[in-house]
């Protein structure tokens, strides 16, 4: 079950986004009332209230907006059990001066926003003590391996235990919880309103990852990145996954640079079949592979990673997109040992991307040129691809036939910079920008002006995408259906 939190400072505005929620189908809302602007009146809020409740005042310390007394905040707590609302939430250390009336449960909760503590089993055992129907702990993740305990920690608990990692590196325990037996997980009712750290919509958590459908037979996949709010990898691989009848779910993990060995110890255990692996932890992950394919190994960096028994399997699927997209549009024959011999290209930036490109073109016979803002990066992978490098300053002097951009530049919200001057265009060049988000960047939208032939960052993270979920699942992708959801997500003009 999914608690979906309120939290306005005007009585009516809670009031009728209640009744949406319970409207649109939400089985119990939280009602927040240490948001309210004034004097609280209870009896307004749940007297006619259209589906059960959770009634919360948290204080400051504990992430709430509590202002007055705590003389004032207990009177509420008590007013709200004497009128038989469904839950109260009260913290562990009053618990003892809330006593239990009537049939309203109790919520014993214990809030932590520094980190997640190593006895998190002896203080919910503690918790459970003080006459709890459900124990709450919400700690913040600093490392990946903090999700694991957490989730392990509501698996084995002796009393109902909700058990949330808050915080972006968090995310997995509160869309897992019903799946290690946790009564509910918490959720908020508007896209940009989070009343904690890393809490997810409700529509999401319904509709994109089903919440109350993922059982122990559901398999999980994901992303490890670091950032990894940016990606719509989640977004399309969900959506084939349902589109194909299949019980997986692809989950946002993220993975800082130095969490990944603890990421890698807790895959297994979590139950996670395989992942993308993005920034920056591309090259990083090949030290994990037991096997890895001759491709990614020549390029050094692995974006798909495979848990196959006790084997870590290694993919690089940018480079199969990459190669699929500059092979269509150059329209290489089959069989030619060096397709691209004679051809000049540019490619900006010496990431991950960069390299799968740089690699894939050495391997067809093209004269590879790097440019990126590092010119000590440039110089690394130019030296282990085998091909020459530039200053970034130089980047328009070469005359070439075919312009990667492998740079973040010109991603949304960064629309208006483009990697390469319109002017150094022209109509006998390709253009290939790697950014997806949006799909017509500023250098598309000028290379379309000058004449030039285009690839774009959606022709190849579509491809990259369909690869990935036939590692993923054995089955051939659903590639028109993943090609509509990216182009619908990345418009200008958002569908509803």
């Known amino acids: 079950m999914i608690c979906v939190s309120l939290g306005r400072a005007r009585h009516t505005r809670m009031i009728a986004e209640h009744k949406y929620l319970v409207e649109q189908g939400a089985e119990l809302v939280e009602l927040r009332l240490d948001f309210i602007g004034r004097a609280v009146n209870l009896k307004r809020l749940i007297e006619n209230r259209p589906g059960p409740v959770v009634v919360t005042c948290r204080r400051r310390e504990d992430g709430g907006r509590w202002m007055k007394s705590e003389q004032e905040r207990m009177m509420l707590l008590r007013s709200a059990i004497a009128a038989g609302v469904e839950y109260v939430d009260i913290e562990a250390d009053v618990a003892s001066q809330i006593p239990r009336y009537g049939n309203t449960k109790r919520v014993i ?17 503690a918790m459970a003590e003080e006459d709890a129907d459900i124990v709450k702990l919400a700690t913040m993740a600093t ?3 903090d999700n694991l305990r957490m989730l392990n920690m509501v698996k084995n608990a002796r009393r109902p235990t909700i058990g949330i990692c808050m915080g972006e590196i968090g995310m997995v325990t509160r869309i897992l919880g019903e799946r290690v037996g946790s009564p509910f997980t918490y959720a908020t009712y508007s896209v940009d309103k989070k009343l904690a750290p890393g809490q997810l919509n409700w529509k999401e958590m319904m509709e ?12 999980l996949f994901g992303v490890i990145a670091d950032p990894v709010a940016n990606s719509h990898a989640h977004l399309v691989q969900n959506t084939a996954f349902y589109e194909q009848g299949l019980n997986a779910r692809y989950l946002p993990f993220r993975v800082p640079r130095d969490d990944l060995h603890k990421f890698m110890q ?7 079949s395989g992942v993308s692996v993005d920034t920056p932890h591309m090259e990083n992950v090949v030290d994990y592979c037991t096997q890895a394919e001759s491709s990614a190994s020549g390029i050094g960096a692995v974006n798909t990673l495979i848990f196959q028994g006790k084997d870590n399997l290694g993919y690089n699927t940018d480079y ?13 024959k089959k069989g030619i040992e060096k397709p691209m011999q004679g051809v000049a290209v540019m ?15 050495r391997q067809r016979g093209a004269d590879v040129t790097i440019a990126s803002r590092t010119m000590e990066k440039s110089q690394l992978l130019a030296s282990e691809i085998g091909c020459r490098c530039v200053e970034w300053a130089e980047r328009h002097d070469p005359k070439v036939n075919l312009l990667v951009n492998a740079t973040p ?43 030039c032939r285009i690839i774009t960052g959606v022709d190849m993270f579509v491809r990259r995408l369909a690869y990935q979920y036939k590692l993923f699942t054995g089955r051939d992708a659903p590639t028109r259906l993943m090609r509509k959801t990216i182009k619908e997500a990345t418009s200008p003009v958002r569908l509803n």
Not at 266 to 271: D, F, I
Not at 320 to 332: G, K, P, Q, V
């Open 409 to 451: 530049m010109g991603m949304h919200p960064d629309v208006d910079r483009s990697p390469f001057d319109a002017a150094q265009l022209n109509q006998f060049m390709v253009v290939f920008d790697a950014v997806y988000n949006p799909e017509s960047t500023l250098l598309i939208k000028y290379a379309r002006k000058q004449g």
């Open 143 to 145: 490392t990946f391996s």
């Open 320 to 332: 199969r997109a990459a190669m699929d997209c500059i092979s269509e549009t150059f329209n290489l």
């Open 109 to 125: 909760s214990y809030h932590k926003f520094s980190d997640t503590p190593d006895e998190i089993e002896q203080i919910a055992d």
């Open 208 to 219: 994109l990852y089903r919440y109350k459908e993922i059982n122990q037979d559901t398999e």
């Open 347 to 361: 490619i900006l930036g010496a990431g991950g991307v960069a390299r799968a490109v740089a690699w894939g073109l």
């Open 266 to 272: 807790a895959a297994r255990e979590l139950g996670i």
